[in-house]
C-alpha cells in the first residue's frame, strides 16, 4: 500500500522536528551557552557577546522582510509579518526588540556609540552574512529551516545570558532576554 498524503505529511513534519530538536540540542550543549548556564562567564565574555546580540537583534527585522518578500505562501507571509509586528514593537518604538537592547545597554552602563565602535571579529560576521544569504535565497525550505531554529535557539541562549548577566548585573530588569 502507499501511504497517504496526510501520513506522507506527518513523517516528514515529524523529521523536521526531529532536525531542529537536534540542532537545539547542540546548541544547548555548546561549551559557551553551558557556561552562561552554569554562570562561568567573565564579564568581559558576556559584554562581547551583548555587542553581538545587538548587531543580531538590529539586522534581522530585514531577515524577516527579505523573507516576505521572497515567500509565496500567504499563511507564512502572514507569520512573518506578525514575527515582523513584534520585532518592531507593534508600532511603539519603545517596545521594539532592539529598543529593548539600547535600554539594556544603558542599564549595565554601557553607550549607544560603545555598540557602534564594537570591531565587529568573524563569528558575528559569518552570522550577519549567513542569515542574510539565506533570507535572500530561493528556495523557502532552506530560508525557513534556518528561521526554525534561529527561533528555537534564541530562548535558549537568552536563558544563558540572564543566568550570566546575574552574577554581574543582579539587579537587571531588562525585557531584552
Ligand atoms: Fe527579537
Same mark, same amino acid.
Request: aromatic share 10%.
Given at each position: 500500500? +502507499? ?28 561549551? /559557551?551557552?553551558?557556561?552562561? +548556564? ?6 568581559? #565574555? ?19 522582510? *527579505? ?44 553607550? *549607544?556609540? =560603545? +555598540?557602534?565602535?564594537? =570591531?565587529?571579529?568573524?563569528?558575528? #560576521? ?5 542569515? /542574510? =544569504? ?30 550570566? +548577566? ?12
Amino acid at each position: 500500500m +502507499f501511504p497517504t498524503t496526510e501520513t506522507v505529511k506527518c513523517e516528514y513534519i515529524l523529521e523536521l522536528e526531529n532536525f531542529v530538536d537536534a540542532s537545539l540540542d547542540r546548541i544547548r550543549s555548546h561549551p /559557551f551557552i553551558a557556561a552562561g +548556564f552554569d554562570r562561568r562567564l567573565s564579564q568581559q #565574555q558576556i559584554v562581547r557577546w551583548l555587542m553581538c546580540a545587538g548587531r543580531e537583534s538590529r539586522s534581522f527585522p530585514h531577515v524577516i522582510e *527579505n523573507m516576505m518578500e521572497r515567500t509565496d505562501s500567504p499563511k507564512i507571509v502572514h507569520i512573518l509579518e506578525q514575527n515582523l509586528q513584534d520585532e518592531n514593537g507593534h508600532g511603539k518604538l519603545e517596545h521594539a526588540h532592539f529598543t529593548h537592547y539600547l535600554d539594556l545597554l544603558k542599564e549595565i552602563g554601557l553607550s *549607544n556609540s =560603545n +555598540f557602534e565602535e564594537y =570591531n565587529e571579529k568573524a563569528g558575528i #560576521q559569518l552570522t550577519l552574512s549567513l542569515a /542574510f =544569504n539565506i533570507s535572500t535565497q530561493k528556495s523557502q525550505g532552506i530560508s525557513l529551516g534556518y528561521m526554525l531554529v534561529n527561533e528555537g535557539m534564541t530562548s535558549i541562549t537568552y536563558a544563558s545570558m540572564r543566568s550570566a +548577566f546575574s552574577v554581574y548585573f543582579p539587579a537587571i530588569q531588562t525585557p531584552f532576554f
